[in-house]
């Protein structure tokens, strides 16, 4: 998952490089912190010389992983890459289940409630106890995670490939992204044909393009070490930064 510590590796990668022609970043994450995310866009441009980076997506790059695409100044896609929805999700346990639900949802359906109870005329004690179920707290919080998720995307875009587009027109393009009224579900994939028709600048690639070969086989090898031996990898073709997990002793 995406977390602050991952834009000081990255940080630390770029700063040994020589990003005179510019950047291309290659991700696979299913997600994480937007703030986090935020970061990563913002050492991405900083230190790349033409002030923009390229994103290549091989296989997922879900959530917060969508928000530093949309930081790029293009995105490179094959006909089976992923982007998602960007709603910020709830992740709750209950009896050693972790189970996420999406903010979007809670909100609506608190706000749902609350107006039907404002509009009952007769027995408001059914809406009583059921918005006592709700902390007013963490509504407001949700608001909040919403809203920021949005202003990250939104502005990102105005600042990038949809510069020139006022923050009212990149919203309602984004409107995929940014609820999933359309996927339905978080973990639902948005593919390039679907990003192209948000406006986004997608550069499509064929499965069977040498470039893209070669792309797909770094990935998988990556995968696969991330898979195995490390929680996470962030490199270049001369250095490395490796996250793992260390193993509690009894």
Request: charged content about 30%.
């Amino acid at each position: 998952m995406i977390e602050d510590a991952d834009a000081d590796m990255l940080e630390g990668v770029l700063q040994k490089m020589d990003l005179s022609s510019g950047l291309v970043l290659l991700i696979s994450s299913p997600g994480g912190d937007g703030l986090a995310a935020e970061r990563i866009i913002n050492i991405c441009r900083s230190y790349s010389k033409t002030n923009d980076y390229w994103a290549i997506v091989p296989g997922k790059a879900k959530s917060a992983a969508t928000m530093i695409c949309f930081g790029a100044s293009k995105i490179i896609m094959g006909t089976t890459s992923e982007l998602g929805p960007i709603d910020p999700q709830l992740t709750t346990s209950e009896n050693n289940e972790v189970r996420r639900f999406s903010v979007y949802n809670v909100v609506e359906s608190y706000d749902d409630l609350f107006s039907r109870a404002v509009n009952e005329k007769g027995n408001l004690q059914p809406y009583l106890q059921q918005l006592a179920n709700y902390d007013e707290r963490e509504i407001k919080e949700f608001r909040a995670a919403l809203s920021l998720s949005e202003d990250i995307a939104i502005r990102t875009l105005a600042a990038g490939m949809m510069k020139g587009k006022s923050e009212d027109d990149i919203k309602k393009k984004l409107e995929i992204f940014l609820t999933p009224k359309h996927t339905k579900t978080h973990g639902r994939p948005i593919y390039r044909k679907e990003a192209l028709s948000c406006g986004l600048k997608i550069e499509p690639k064929d499965v069977k393009d040498k470039f893209w070969k070669l792309v797909y086989e770094l990935y998988i090898r990556t995968n696969n070490f991330v898979s195995t031996k490390a929680a996470k990898c962030i490199e270049s073709k001369d250095h490395s930064f490796v996250a793992t997990v260390r193993e509690e002793k009894e």
